[in-house]
């Protein structure tokens, strides 16, 4: 640690928790730190001790603040190896490496940040999966190997975004998947404003889209099975709401509600049959937003794409060039998760309920 980053972290540690700053601790790599892991053997999340994980070029050790469940962490725990789940995270900078200190990050900045690895630090723009970089080296593929439902955790600095202050950091972790995913799929439905669009899955996306999509200026109708959710998007200002599951007239009541069906549907759930219902709501020429991962591949006609019936598009966090944008306008409008608050000793239940369906909000843990 070069002298520069050594005063810094004293400094930082003589301020005042209150005023949202942190108490430095330990430096990467010393120390240990509470974590909850997949153990694959009792097939259940365990809180674990262990090493808090030490810098390396191009990256800062933060100091996590909030992490929350995504859907997503179901299915890193189906691959069934021992990891700390979580990508969803903010949180403060505590120490970084000498590599990332001329890149308009300070000590003690709060940060949200991405999941995905992928950049030799070459150069600061190639960020995208699957090619090569410019540099013509080859990108490595796939997410971060350090969840953040830790107390610390490590962040590649290109990942990372300085929060606005209008953003409170201990709720701020669904904003980075949820948040900005929920983001690129409605600003990216080719809606105008006043054009209907279907939130189809009324879960923590769907309840940020439904909040997105009344600052963009359209209309909403959101679609679930479960009538607490989709209460929430009520709440959040959908104009209508359809149990899609109790109500068996809910497709001429939609189409009746929106004058022959939605300009676009994002598609937030897994379920093989919300992607199913999607072409009978959408209006000639509407797109379908792919968001949900389910299991099984998707059955779409291909003679509905030919004859221009409806489009397929598809949206996810993506990369981190496109993160500021998502974020400016989430914080200017105000646009926050519903969340529910937890321990991490709750992380198994909360991953039970998820699986289950239990969950109407944003489980989330604060450190």
């Keep these: 640690m070069t002298a520069s980053v050594t005063e810094a972290a004293k400094a930082n540690s003589e301020l005042d928790p209150a005023a949202g700053k942190i108490n430095v601790k330990p430096a990467g790599g010393k120390g240990t730190m509470r974590a909850g892991q997949w153990d694959p053997a009792q097939k259940k999340v365990v809180i674990r001790e262990v090493s808090i994980p030490e810098v390396k070029q191009g990256q800062f050790l933060v100091k996590i603040a909030s992490a929350s469940l995504c859907h997503s962490d179901i299915l890193s725990i189906e691959a069934n190896n021992t990891a700390t789940l979580g990508h969803e995270g903010a949180g403060y900078i ?3 490496h000498p590599s ?6 300070s000590i003690g900045d709060r940060i949200g940040f991405l999941y995905i690895i992928g ?36 962040v590649d600095y290109p990942n990372a975004i300085k929060l606005p202050e209008s953003i409170d950091i201990k709720t701020a972790s669904p904003m980075f998947c949820a948040g900005i995913t929920a983001f ?8 105008k404003e006043g054009d209907w669009l279907a939130v189809v899955g009324a879960g923590g996306l769907g309840q940020q889209a439904t909040q997105i999509a009344k600052a963009m200026g359209f209309k909403v109708v959101a679609l679930d099975v479960n009538d607490a959710t989709l209460e929430v998007c009520k709440k959040q200002g959908a104009d209508a709401v359809f149990n ?16 022959g069906g939605v300009k676009a549907a994002c598609v937030f759930s897994n379920a093989d049959a919300a992607y199913a219902g999607v072409p009978s709501i959408l209006r000639l020429g509407g797109v379908m937003m792919v968001i949900g991962l389910p ?3 998707l059955k779409i006609s291909s003679m509905d794409l030919a004859l221009g019936k409806y489009k397929v598009k598809s ?28 321990q991490l000793e709750d992380l198994n239940d909360m991953v039970n309920e998820m699986k289950e369906g239990k969950a109407t909000k944003r489980m989330l843990v604060t450190f």
């Design 100 to 105: 990332v200190e001329d890149k308009g990050f």
């Design 119 to 154: 950049c030799c630090f070459e150069c600061e723009g190639c960020m995208i999966h699957n090619i090569h970089c410019v540099t013509g080296k080859q990108l490595l593929q796939g997410f971060t190997t350090d969840g953040f439902f830790a107390e610390y955790a490590v």
């Design 295 to 297: 299991h099984n591949p």
């Design 244 to 259: 899609s599951r109790s109500n068996e007239e809910y497709v001429e009541e939609l189409k009746k509600l929106t004058n």
């Design 315 to 342: 949206e996810s966090t993506s990369i981190p060039q496109r993160m500021k944008k998502a974020v400016d306008f989430l914080a200017k409008h105000n646009i926050k998760p519903e969340v529910q608050h937890r």
């Design 184 to 191: 690129h799929a409605v600003d990216n439905s080719e809606l």
């Design 94 to 96: 505590e120490t970084m």
